[in-house]
């Protein structure tokens, strides 16, 4: 994160019931999102899942963190101006998870919608064998 240049993402686990939030990325290039809540947001991320270089935040003195339920983190980096092109995927390409999220009460099970086949060739198998609890033979 420290040499972000505008903005980086990265993969954040144990999140809603999708258990992870994440740009999907194929041949290392931008697809799509993953994240529990899409909503019709731009940047459907969590707040824990991206970063700004402040020289650059200092060059957009229009930038605002509007309160929106929901809406925080697309209202932030929508006010930045940014495409998709300028943002730098960290994590090893968002193939690995280094920030989780924790609570102390009993989540729902995730879903199981990274199984399905569109995102076959994706940076979510890496990270579906990543999160994969295996047993001892």
Excluded at 11 to 16: A, E, Q, S
Excluded at 106 to 124: F, M
Aim: hydrophobic share 40%.
């Amino acid at each position: 994160m420290r040499y972000t240049r505008v903005v980086s993402m990265f993969p954040v686990g144990l999140l809603t019931e999708a258990g992870l939030s994440t740009p999907v990325l194929k041949d290392g290039r931008f697809i799509g999102w993953y994240d529990g809540w899409i909503g019709g947001r731009k940047f459907p991320v969590d707040m824990a899942g991206f970063a700004v270089s402040v020289p650059f935040l200092l060059t957009v003195p229009k930038a605002k963190m509007p309160y929106t339920a929901g809406m925080e983190e697309t209202g932030f980096l929508s006010s930045l101006n940014i495409t998709t092109d300028q943002i730098e995927f960290l994590a090893d390409n968002c193939t690995q998870i280094y920030v989780w999220h924790t609570k102390t009460h009993k989540n729902n099970p995730a879903s199981r919608n990274i199984l399905l086949p569109e995102y076959n060739g994706t940076n979510l198998r890496i990270l579906q064998e990543v999160m994969t609890i295996k047993e001892d033979s």
